[in-house]
């Protein structure tokens, strides 16, 4: 009798529902529209090693007044890098530089479904990086690795 009571709690734990993959900050951090106000940069570390293939994540979004970020932004993005290092796709393939008026190189990503990720990857030279995200009259973000 002990072992069928055993086996049908066993079964009835198995019934359970998986738990849904929201954050339960999502409510008060994301909204789905707004009127954009600054660009969110997120470096998922800050401090890397110089040997030319340490990388770090990189996450930008749009946000609002109350720093939510939109989840319906589409804006195209600048990201500006100062100093020895390089942006590139989440998957690392290489993005496109451009120059700008006033020379300086930056290269773009477009924000999709309220975010865009992507890779930042160190140079050979030690030292301080700075990585500016900048969408038309918006706030920009930064930071330093």
């Not at 930008?60 to 990201?79: C, K, M, N, Y």
């Not at 990503?109 to 990857?121: S, T």
Request: proline share 5%; net charge negative.
């Amino acid at each position: 009798m002990k072992s069928i009571c055993l086996i049908g709690v066993f079964f009835m734990s198995g019934c359970q529902q998986p738990a849904p993959d929201v954050s339960e900050f999502d409510s008060v951090s994301r909204v789905a529209s707004g009127r954009p106000v600054s660009v969110m940069l997120t470096s998922y570390s800050t401090t890397l090693l110089a040997d030319g293939s340490d990388h770090t994540r990189l996450r930008i979004a749009v946000t609002d007044s109350l720093d939510r970020e939109i989840t319906t932004a589409g804006q195209p993005v600048h990201l500006f890098v100062t100093g020895n290092g390089r942006v590139v796709a989440a998957d690392g393939s290489e993005l496109p530089y451009q120059t700008d008026s006033a020379g300086q190189e930056y290269t773009m990503c477009q924000i999709q479904h309220g975010i865009c990720n992507l890779m930042f990857i160190a140079g050979t030279e030690p030292g301080k990086v700075r990585i500016e995200a900048t969408s038309g009259d918006l706030w920009p973000g930064g930071h330093e690795i």
